[in-house]
């Protein structure tokens, strides 16, 4: 009987690392090993990444939402609390893309927010 040997799938799988890491500087886009713990290191920032993604979305929100704020002179906690009690529920993207690219509507949850239109 014949002897089983593995090169079809070894050559498979390491072509398959190699490809993912086409762009690596050095030893690490055609050594195996190098090339093999740089993808996984790379899938596992990439994983981590996705997630802070999210907290650093919102705290590029609150930012422009606050420099919007203060335009008209108020800070950003008490805004936010100022539509809370005022029953505004818009998220904060929404806000921040307001701040960006409509200034008067911003302006109007503003004076909103300060309690001066009902």
Not at 51 to 66: F, T
Not at 68 to 87: I, K, P, V
Not at 95 to 113: I, P, T
């Amino acid at each position: 009987m014949a002897r089983v040997r593995c090169a079809p799938a070894s050559k498979r799988r390491r072509k398959k690392i190699l490809k993912a890491a086409k762009g690596y500087r050095g030893g690490r886009k055609n050594l195996i090993r190098s090339a093999t713990e740089s993808v996984h290191r790379a899938g596992q920032f990439a994983y981590r990444d996705r997630r802070a993604r999210k907290g650093d979305m919102r705290r590029l929100w609150i930012v422009r939402i606050n420099a919007g704020t203060r335009l008209h002179g108020m800070s950003y906690s008490r805004f936010m609390h100022g539509l809370r009690e005022a029953n505004v529920e818009i998220d904060r993207k929404m806000l921040a893309e307001m701040a960006l690219s409509d200034a008067d509507g911003f302006a109007k949850l503003v004076s909103v927010a300060k309690g001066d239109v009902e």
